[in-house]
């Protein structure tokens, strides 16, 4: 059984950092992808960022790119999110989630377990 649990969330102002964490079991971590994905209120679920199984590649939406960085620890089983220069429309609900696939995707539908996600509200 595939567990990802999430970490990290919180109430932040505008500009400022919060680093998501997030813990997997229950599958041979090094040997695949990884993504961040968040959904605000009214919103589909969109995506965030992705890498690859050895961290070597990544992947940002646009509207992320320069400020978030997404990172992995093989050895201990984790992913992050770094997130700097916070901005109102940031806010979501944060989920991690693992492909069957080592390479990394922006697409919901490649990716088969996900985390209960972390709340990430950004104050003006």
């Known amino acids: 059984q595939v567990q990802l649990v999430e970490s990290g969330g919180g109430l932040v102002q505008t500009g400022g950092s919060l680093r998501l964490s997030c813990a997997a079991s229950?599958?041979?971590?090094?040997?695949?992808?990884m993504g961040w994905f968040r959904q605000a209120p009214g919103k589909e679920r969109a995506f965030v960022a992705a890498?690859?199984?050895?961290?070597?590649?990544?992947y940002y939406a646009d509207s992320v790119k320069g400020r978030f960085t997404i990172s992995r620890d093989n050895a201990g089983n984790m992913v992050y999110l770094q997130l700097n220069s916070l901005k109102t429309e940031d806010t979501a609900v944060y989920y991690c989630?693992?492909?069957?696939?080592?390479?990394?995707?922006?697409?919901?539908?490649?990716?088969?377990?996900w985390g209960q996600g972390t709340q990430v509200t950004v104050s003006s």
């Open positions: 989630a693992t492909t069957p696939d080592s390479w990394p995707s922006s697409h919901m539908y490649n990716y088969d377990y």
């Open positions: 229950g599958r041979a971590f090094s040997s695949y992808a």
């Open positions: 890498i690859d199984r050895s961290g070597g590649l990544t």
